[in-house]
């Protein structure tokens, strides 16, 4: 039970905080006579209500607060000389806690309006109520000229625990319709479609926000809401018709098992008190002891039961005298102390989770901070009507939507929707950013609303997974080594390949290789980009590769040792007969017989019929001497 148990400490504690920032004065929304320049300046705040309820103003922590700053009756000459200051504080502006201030100066036009938007979460301090307050001023602040404040709540925004449907078992404060469809009360209108209220039940919005559907249902009968208007918390029928809680438990539970995905509501007693007068509160608490038990051993495994709220507080009990009011009081401060003590020591006994719901401490909430919470009228019923119900010849008030009561016991419609949000926000798990991550397991509190982020709740902005400088958002290299040098997007020289060539930067010798697909060698160089024998000429050009060092070659990389002008098989460097004719046998100087004269006569040894003719001898064609 540690849940329930932190949340009646936490209600306690928000309990003496409501006390604390009540206003010590009133408070003035507008200057009146002070105004001067035009002498009709004025400034208001539109903010968005919740739904249908014009009167209310809730947000959650995850989600935008959006208003408008509205004007008229500027001075157009002097307009950029007017100044006005916003602020949101925790409780009441003149004396609750400053969450954040800011200020602008001047207007384009007379007449016109600016919005605004601010996360929720950037003003929530774990309470609840809030005032956005803004005033216009004069040049310099010299003079005050006009106000506006909106009041507002906000609840922390939760993950919606995971059920396939909502069982719920109680009285009017529960009943969607059972009571209507067996006995034909209450009467609708002016009551809600079959509900004692005037619009959804608590327990039809906790299903929403569940994203469940839930219906009504008796006896045999399929439906999960099993509430009857009348119940008392005991067993059998009370007026001997109507199902009290351990009746409806019965009559369920005979028929139907409860699975471990769902989800059980109990709330009762209220009747028990107020109608029959009981002052055994341990009695009550007992009655509904036993149900829980009964519903444990039909298989339920995950509960929540509402404690009572402050019943003096009632219209019924209105004209009771402050004695009574305070004994009543104190009762429900007993049973719901009972209650808890001893939801804990069946949560412990059953194994299963049980959660008690401080409905008392939200209720105390709601009525001693009312304005908050968009009611205007906390005491009396908005039906005019002698009995405990109403019909439809009875006057209703045109601001019902601003009474906690509608009749001398049952709530609005609005103050339903604001127990059904106080439910969810209860049953969830907390998730402050609304960032689907809950609390407990984010390492990025606050994230800003609407960005995506991982499963720990940060986002890439938020995170440099390889700790190299640069976010994930923008870091298109994850994974660099440790203390690598990176650029602006986040990649070292062995994660990059700039001229896309397939060897990367870190081993890449020839950068900007080009065109894109052209074959290099394992240092990133294509053929034009070396000169591997190092004669000048690139190896995509040179027909001589591997030329030997300080040797000249020509334009296609060859030295004379590696050419053989006229392919007689004897290199340039060798060769001391040039242009020897195609397919002569050639000596190891490249010579043929047709370019020799070994004899010096002048006949070359291809013709000369008689070698070795002394030198200067005379000879004939075929280099024999003449006789």
Same mark, same amino acid.
């Given at each position: ?65 959006? @208003? ?31 969450? =954040?201030? %800011? ?32 005033? #216009? ?64 039940? @608590? ?24 509430? =009857? ?27 139907? @098992? ?13 009747? &028990? =008190? ?20 009964? #519903? ?31 004994? #009543? ?33 939200? *209720? +105390?909430?709601?009525?001693? &901070? ?32 601003? *009474?906690? =009561? ?18 969810? +926000? ?24 609407? %960005? ?15 700790? %190299? ?52 060698? %394992? ?22 590769? &591997? ?26 460097? #060798? ?5 020897? +004719?195609?397919?002569? +046998? ?42």
């Amino acid at each position: 039970m540690g849940e329930a148990s932190s949340s009646h400490s936490r209600f306690l504690a928000l309990c003496l905080t409501m006390v604390l920032i009540l206003p010590l004065t009133g408070y003035t929304t507008s200057a009146g006579a002070g105004k001067t320049i035009t002498g009709n300046e004025d400034i208001s705040i539109e903010m968005a209500s919740y739904g249908s309820l014009s009167n209310v103003h809730a947000f959650e922590t995850g989600e935008f607060i959006n @208003w408008n700053i509205t004007w008229s009756g500027i001075d157009n000459s002097t307009s950029n000389l007017y100044q006005y200051d916003y602020t949101f504080h925790a409780g009441y502006a003149n004396n609750g806690t400053l969450m =954040f201030s %800011d200020n602008g100066t001047g207007f384009p036009t007379e007449n016109g309006s600016i919005s605004f938007s601010k996360a929720a979460f950037e003003i929530w301090n774990g309470s609840y109520e809030y005032t956005l307050n803004v005033s #216009l001023w004069s040049q310099n602040h010299t003079q005050f000229l006009d106000s506006d404040e909106v009041k507002f709540i906000i609840f922390q925004t939760v993950i919606a625990p995971t059920h396939s449907d909502l069982l719920v078992f109680g009285d009017s404060l529960s009943d969607m319709g059972n009571s209507k469809a067996t006995y034909g009360t209450p009467e609708s209108p002016p009551y809600y479609n079959g509900r004692f209220s005037t619009g959804q039940m @608590w327990n039809e919005h906790v299903a929403l926000g569940m994203g469940l559907s839930i219906s009504p249902g008796s006896g045999s009968n399929p439906g999960s809401n099993r509430a =009857f208007g009348g119940a008392e918390a005991g067993d059998g029928s009370n007026f001997f018709v109507i199902p009290n809680l351990g009746k409806q438990v019965e009559d369920y539970t005979n028929n139907y @098992w409860i699975g471990p995905n769902e989800k059980v509501a109990v709330w009762g007693g209220g009747n &028990n =008190f107020l109608n029959s007068g009981e002052t055994d509160t341990q009695k009550v608490v007992n009655y509904l002891v036993d149900h829980v038990n009964v #519903l444990a051993s039909n298989g339920a495994s995950d509960v929540i039961v509402l404690n009572m709220p402050p019943l003096e507080k009632t219209p019924t009990y209105s004209g009771e005298t402050d004695s009574d009011k305070q004994a #009543l009081h104190n009762r429900m401060i007993d049973f719901n102390a009972k209650l808890d003590t001893a939801m804990v020591a069946r949560e412990n006994a059953l194994n299963i989770s049980i959660q008690l719901i401080d409905i008392f401490q939200m *209720f +105390e909430t709601i009525y001693w &901070n009312s304005s908050f919470y968009g009611f205007s009228n906390v005491t009396h019923a908005a039906c005019h009507h002698d009995g405990f119900t109403c019909d439809s010849n009875d006057y209703i008030e045109p601001t019902v939507d601003e *009474f906690i =009561f509608f009749d001398k016991i049952h709530p609005t419609g609005t103050t339903h929707l604001l127990l059904g949000l106080y439910v969810n +926000e209860q049953i969830g798990t907390p998730d402050t950013d609304g960032d689907g991550i809950e609390d407990s397991l984010d390492n990025c509190a606050l994230t800003p609303i609407g %960005d995506a982020v991982n499963h720990f709740g940060c986002r890439l902005v938020d995170l440099d997974s390889d700790d %190299d400088g640069v976010n994930d958002l923008i870091d298109q290299c994850p994974g660099t080594t440790l203390n690598a040098t990176v650029d602006e997007n986040g990649c070292s020289d062995y994660q990059k390949d700039s001229d896309g060539d397939g060897v990367n930067d870190a081993e890449d010798i020839c950068a900007n290789t080009s065109p894109i697909g052209i074959a290099v060698d %394992d240092y990133g160089c294509a053929d034009y980009q070396k000169d591997t024998d190092d004669d000048g000429v690139t190896d995509d050009g040179d027909s001589c590769p &591997n030329t030997d060092d300080n040797w000249s070659v020509n334009t296609v990389g060859c030295a004379e040792n590696q050419i053989d002008s006229d392919w007689d098989g004897v290199m340039n460097h #060798l060769d001391t007969c040039p242009n020897t +004719e195609s397919g002569v +046998e050639v000596n190891q100087t490249g010579c043929s017989l047709s370019q020799i004269d070994s004899d010096n006569d002048g006949v070359s040894d291809l013709i000369d019929q008689c070698p070795n003719t002394p030198i200067e001898t005379t000879v004939d064609g075929v280099g024999c001497a003449l006789s």
